[in-house]
């Protein structure tokens, strides 16, 4: 992957590695899905997904992104991913992205979740 051979010259961990290389996959990911190889976009969120080395923002794209990919295939799995990314409030505001992750984002990429409020 790009820069993987300089961050491993700088002798990082594999997770570091991992951690910086995370928006970087993501974007080749979201590639692979306007490319129409929805089961290599699948496989490569799932696995930034499953590994959890991502930041807060790299994931929550991930997430997304396989939500819309899976549509109404598999919704139980599609709302735990989803869940992560939510903080449950009180009163009129529903609910808000968790972690500060929304100061994170831009305005649209806010819009493009499918729970975006």
Known sequence: MVGQETLMEDNLADD?????????????????????????????????????????????????????????KDISDSLRKLDRLIEKGNGAQRFQLSNGLESKLSPKDISAFPCSY
């Open 16 to 72: 570091d590695i991992e951690i910086e290389l995370a928006p970087i996959a993501v974007q080749l990911a979201f590639v692979q899905q306007l490319l129409g190889n929805t089961p290599e976009a699948m496989e490569a969120y799932t696995g930034i997904i499953n590994r959890n080395l991502a930041d807060e923002s790299s994931l929550a794209v991930a997430i997304n992104n396989l939500v819309v990919l899976k549509g109404p």
